[in-house]
């Protein structure tokens, strides 16, 4: 069993930045690849970045690249998602979310965080 809690969320205008951190607990944290997804008020929940474990390969979004940049610290046993140049199309609820394996699909991902919402003003 892995729990997962997520903070830095918050509102922003557009052109800043803000970091996400998601902190697991139980399990070890090196053995699972860690998403970031989002679900926007009557959307689907899109897949915004993954990492492998043991900070393996990573995986972006076409609509964060270049932007949005994720990172893991094993000694913290925390995935951070950094978040810069938002637009006002980045607000969302962000869920981060754990597996073994890393992956675009959101149904592959056995454990999920109760999100964070950040909101992009314009």
């Known amino acids: 069993q892995v729990q997962l809690v997520e903070s830095g969320g918050g509102l922003v205008q557009a052109g800043g930045s803000l970091r996400l951190s998601c902190v697991a607990s139980g399990r070890t944290f090196s053995s699972y690849g860690m998403g970031w997804f989002r679900q926007a008020p009557g959307k689907e929940r899109q897949f915004v970045a993954a990492i492998g474990k043991s900070s393996g390969r990573i995986y972006y979004a076409d609509s964060v690249k270049g932007r949005f940049t994720i990172s893991s610290d094993n000694a913290k046993n925390t995935v951070y998602l950094q978040m810069n140049s938002l637009k006002p199309e980045d607000t969302a609820v962000y869920y981060c979310?754990?597996?073994?394996?890393?992956?675009?699909?959101?149904?592959?991902?056995?454990?999920w965080g109760q999100g964070t919402q950040v909101t992009v003003s314009s």
């Open positions: 979310a754990a597996d073994p394996r890393a992956s675009y699909y959101s149904s592959v991902y056995a454990y």
